[in-house]
């Protein structure tokens, strides 16, 4: 006789937008009901006077160093300036500057455009990617391009230019509220209730995301409160994990931080095996 799913009789929460089906689908299979709420909508930037001037300057002034944050963003980047007939250009000009990509997917984006990376943290990790620059030597002088991922990275710009960059910030695209947000409204009743045993997180976006709108409902608070003990917060990262972190609420994350790790971890958390 089968022994029964691992995660049966458990309800897990999807808070992504991007490869929620493909994250969802992982639990399901695993036994568990999936509820799907993304906490937030990412907004291509193709037509944004910000990326087309940015793209313009780093054609007119190559950049020494390209730092590759996010695979889907640089991508979208690519098909930007193609529209804008600066595709070729744009990549002559990463052919000439090292190219650091933050992770596997960013890495995948780079060689998709025929392009080769100079260096890829294993963790991940945007601090990981600034720790490696500044252990160069002198950045004074050195034109560093930023992809941004929704977020300004403030703290990494600003330690690049306190070095004596010259840092030119793109920003591909930007994270904003769902359309839709009855299922965030609704998710965050269930984890008021209890109702769900956990809850995802890919992106410290998200997690931003679902206490903001805790936020604006008065609902904080409870929120924080029931990620103390009652409903589980699983993040693929500690840099996910953050926003949450510094609520007050508890979050745990695997070892490697990849999607398919966050699935076994969140196993491991629920059933205690």
């Known amino acids: 006789m089968a022994s029964p799913a691992p995660l049966s009789g458990f309800t897990v929460a ?86 650091l990509a933050r992770g596997p997917k960013a890495t995948g984006a780079i060689r998709g455009a025929g392009l080769r990376e100079a260096w890829s943290p294993e963790s991940e990790s945007s601090a990981e990617v600034l720790s490696h620059l500044l252990s160069e030597g002198s950045l004074r002088g050195r034109r560093i391009a930023v992809q941004l991922h929704g977020e300004p990275l403030s703290d990494f710009t600003g330690a690049l230019r306190q070095a004596g960059a010259a840092v030119v910030p793109v920003p591909v695209y930007r994270w904003t509220a769902p359309e839709d947000l009855g299922p965030l409204d609704r998710l965050l009743d269930a984890i008021a209730a209890g109702t769900v045993d956990a809850v995802t997180f890919t992106s ?52 490697r931080y990849r999607v398919g790790a966050l699935v076994r971890h969140v196993t491991e958390v629920l059933t205690g095996q």
């Open 14 to 99: 999807v808070t992504a937008e991007r490869r929620a089906e493909e994250i969802g689908g992982a639990f399901q299979r695993r036994g568990a009901t999936v509820v799907y709420a993304p906490a937030l909508r990412i907004v291509p930037l193709a037509d944004d006077t910000e990326l087309r001037e940015a793209t313009s300057a780093l054609v007119a002034e190559p950049p020494d160093t390209v730092v590759v944050t996010t695979g889907v963003g640089f991508r979208g980047w690519i098909g930007a300036a193609e529209d804008w007939g600066l595709a070729g250009r744009l990549r002559s000009a990463f052919a000439e500057a090292n190219l």
């Open 204 to 255: 410290a976006q998200a997690a931003a995301g679902l206490l903001r709108r805790a936020r604006d409902l008065g609902s904080e608070a409870a929120l924080v409160d029931a990620l103390k003990g009652r409903v589980a917060a699983a993040c693929v990262g500690p840099m996910t994990a953050g926003p949450l972190l510094d609520a007050g609420a508890d979050a745990t994350w695997p070892e």
